[in-house]
């Protein structure tokens, strides 16, 4: 089954504490993506990645980073999580930048 | 940077009604705009999209429009039912560079009263 997976799926946490969220896709997608989403701002993308190695700072990439090692995968690292990034984070792929975007089930963090 | 706005934040139709959610985006340089749809404590979905060399698609009930000159676009739901209802968000992709960032509006709330 084509699909977007997020990993963990809920996270509590506390400021300061180093966390990752994985994201993988078996679509064989180049474009992938990460983007928040907090009421009434909408989604904000935070960092994407044109394919392997190659990755851009979204509208809101302070306080995140990314690396995409592999074609499948590309994860988000919150190195020094602050209470200002609890938030809904969802993940996408996509065959490109000008293509349907598949999201996946998102990661709802707090952060005490 | 692109800045997308869309209106209105909230929309209550009745069934069988029309809906229109307007958006509107400030760099000419984005070429693609898609329409998404997230229905409560779910993921969002694509629902229809358009290119800029394109001024208007449908998809049965779902239509959209693009304006470059005044850089805005439109979704149009028609015929509308009950499980219409949910969030929907515009997006404009922005080629810059040879790079593609994509900014989405800040969403709809759409109800539709039986």
């Known amino acids: 089954e084509a699909q977007v997976t997020q990993n963990p799926r809920y996270l509590i946490t506390v400021t300061g504490k180093k966390l990752t969220v994985t994201c993988s896709q078996n679509m064989n997608h180049e474009y992938m993506s990460w983007y928040r989403q907090d009421p009434g701002l909408g989604l904000r993308q935070i960092y994407y990645?044109?394919?392997?190695?190659?990755?851009d700072k979204g509208d809101v990439p302070e306080g995140y980073k990314v690396s995409r090692k592999e074609k499948r995968n590309f994860p988000l690292i919150l190195e020094s999580p602050s209470p200002n990034q609890t938030s809904l984070y969802f993940c996408?792929?996509?065959?490109?930048?000008?293509?349907?975007?598949?999201f996946g089930p998102g990661t709802r963090l707090l952060v005490l | 940077g692109e800045n997308v706005e869309q209106h209105p934040s909230t929309l209550s139709v009745q069934e069988g009604d029309s809906a229109v959610i307007k958006c509107t985006y400030s760099?000419?340089?984005?070429?693609?705009f898609p329409w998404y749809k997230q229905e409560l404590g779910k993921r969002p979905q694509l629902i229809i999209d358009i290119r800029s060399n394109v001024g208007e698609k449908k998809d049965q009930r779902i239509a959209v429009t693009l304006n470059k000159t005044a850089k805005h676009f439109s979704l149009h739901i028609t015929e509308t039912q009950p499980e219409d209802s949910a969030v929907y968000f515009c997006?404009?992709?922005?080629?810059?560079?040879?790079?593609?960032?994509?900014?989405f509006g800040t969403g709809t709330k759409l109800q539709v009263i039986p």
């Open positions: 990645s044109m394919n392997v190695e190659v990755t």
């Open positions: 997006a404009a992709s922005l080629n810059s560079g040879g790079y593609q960032k994509v900014t």
């Open positions: 996408a792929s996509s065959f490109g930048g000008r293509e349907t975007q598949y």
């Open positions: 760099d000419s340089a984005s070429n693609y």
